[in-house]
């Protein structure tokens, strides 16, 4: 079975610092790792994917993450945060020999002024 | 470009009432899913479609059917609707189910069921 923790309901950050939303996995074999973002009364967007290769995935809105295999790892970062940055994110995971993707239960970020 | 829509936006249901959510695709991708978004626990996929003619139950199925009426179209009914189905409903779609492409989500259907 697969499963995605993100250990924080909630994240606040003022304007300009960084931003870091947790995510954590259990995959049977090897994980490809997403993140998503949900504005109010939007549907999920994605941001950004881990597949291979390089650690350090970039993605969209100047949004990394940082493959960590030892710890079973996918934490979301920005270096400066923005108010806009405010919303829902979501990581979630699929096996490589599964379709199923399995998602967070998702962190609610703030970004004060 | 329109992505993923979805229809209605909104509905309120009585208990044992039936209805069916619209989703419609114009991307051209192969595969389009059903998911349910409750608080405190993500997404959950309902029912997915790998490609046009074929439909596979997910996560939670029980009380959703789905049709698969053509390439672009991917219907979710429920026959007879009760409380525990009040959430909120996304469809999604992506090129295909086993690669590794994004999907790409319909902006939702709050339903309450009463």
């Known amino acids: 079975a697969q499963s995605v923790a993100q250990p924080e309901d909630q994240v606040n950050v003022a304007e300009g610092n960084p931003l870091t939303v947790k995510c954590t996995y259990s995959?049977?074999?090897?994980?490809?790792l997403f993140w998503y973002v949900q504005y109010p009364n939007r549907g999920l967007q994605f941001l950004l994917k881990?597949?291979?290769?390089?650690?350090l995935v970039k993605g969209s809105y100047g949004f990394e993450a940082e493959f960590n295999k030892s710890q079973t790892s996918f934490h979301l970062k920005k270096p400066s945060a923005l108010v806009s940055d405010s919303a829902l994110y979501f990581c979630?995971?699929?096996?490589?020999?599964?379709?199923?993707?399995?998602f967070g239960a998702g962190t609610t970020v703030t970004v004060r002024a | 470009n329109a992505g993923v829509t979805q229809t209605p936006k909104f509905q309120v249901l009585k208990t044992g009432q039936s209805m069916t959510l619209q989703c419609a695709q114009d991307?051209?991708?192969?595969?389009m899913y059903w998911y349910r978004q409750d608080p405190g626990m993500g997404l959950r996929l309902i029912y997915y479609?790998?490609?046009?003619?074929?439909?596979d139950k997910g996560e939670v199925p029980n009380g959703y059917n789905v049709s698969r009426l053509n390439k672009r179209e991917f219907s979710l009914r429920l026959e007879s609707a009760a409380p525990s189905q009040t959430s909120v409903y996304f469809c999604?779609?992506?090129?295909?189910?086993?690669?590794?492409?994004?999907?790409?989500f319909g902006s939702g259907t709050q339903l309450s069921v009463l």
């Open positions: 999604a779609s992506s090129e295909r189910w086993d690669r590794v492409f994004e999907l790409f």
């Open positions: 995959v049977s074999g090897n994980p490809y």
């Open positions: 881990y597949i291979t290769g390089d650690n």
């Open positions: 979630a995971v699929r096996d490589r020999d599964d379709y199923k993707l399995s």
């Open positions: 991307m051209n991708h192969n595969s």
């Open positions: 479609s790998a490609s046009e003619g074929t439909t």
